[in-house]
């Protein structure tokens, strides 16, 4: 007789990032490099959201701390660059790290390079999965472009990866999380039931836990902001609170 395999599960840390955010970003790092349970894990770069600048890459690499991880760039926004090295570092890596950037920019390379599926897939079959920033928002569902950047009315959504299906939005404590508040108002235009969009901080992220329709959010370094709809409106909800 043959069981059914349970769903796999997938994890993923999304981390705000930002101006300040290195201690704070090198904590969550260490924790999710620790639960790997690997030695020396190798740990896959994807800059797209960079156009794979070799700076910000190895400006990441010291601010996580050298001697935890081997730390490889996957060559992926160059049009020389080659999609079947960059998959093979992916695929045989312990995490794969996306960093930060511009959001749109680093989703058109992936889908000019044919590799936002391999990316989708690769989680969805378990593969741990990191954050930065823009990176962050790259795993999640969808992110807002502004045509007209003087023209709020112009705010379109585009969609992300989606290996985390929920809505953030990264260290934009000074703003007042002006974006998300957009981002949230496009969503609940389009008919989404009840949206909810979550603010990554500087100090602090989600860790987001997948398990067939199952999905689990858990808070990190700091209470996180959340906005919702209440009466056709976009307001600031009860921060989720850090477990006790």
């Keep these: ?30 924790i999710g490099l620790d639960a790997i349970g690997v030695p020396r894990p190798v740990v896959a ?8 600048n070799r700076g910000f890459f190895t400006m990441i690499q010291a601010a996580l701390g050298p001697g935890r991880a081997t730390m490889k760039l996957a060559k992926i926004a160059s049009p020389r660059a080659s999609a079947s090295e960059a998959r093979a570092l992916l695929e045989g890596s312990d995490l794969v790290l996306v960093s930060g950037g511009d959001v749109e ?21 378990g593969k741990p999965m990191f954050g930065i920033s823009a990176g962050s928002l790259m795993l999640a569902a ?12 112009t ?28 981002l949230v108002r ?12 979550y603010g990554l ?3 602090g992220g989600l860790h987001v836990s997948v398990e067939g329709d199952h999905v689990a959010v858990a808070p990190f370094g700091t209470p ?13 909800a009860a921060a989720l609170p850090l477990p006790p």
């Design 105 to 125: 920019h680093g989703m058109k390379v992936l889908h000019d390079r044919d590799m936002a599926d391999f990316l989708v897939a690769l989680g969805r079959a």
């Design 1 to 30: 007789m043959r069981y059914p395999r349970p769903p796999m599960t997938q994890t993923l840390d999304l981390v705000g990032g930002g101006p300040g955010a290195v201690l704070a970003l090198r904590r969550r790092f260490k």
């Design 45 to 52: 770069y994807v800059g797209v959201a960079s156009d794979d």
């Design 224 to 236: 996180i902001p959340r906005f919702v709809v209440r009466r056709g409106k976009v307001v600031k």
């Design 155 to 182: 705010a379109e959504l585009f969609p992300c990866l989606g290996l985390a299906p929920v809505h953030v939005d990264a260290h934009s404590e000074d703003d007042g999380w002006s974006e998300l508040r957009v």
């Design 142 to 153: 969808d992110w807002v472009r502004f045509p007209d950047e003087d023209d709020e009315a």
């Design 201 to 203: 901080t500087r100090q």
């Design 186 to 197: 496009l969503l609940h235009e389009r008919g989404d039931a009840k949206p909810v969009g």
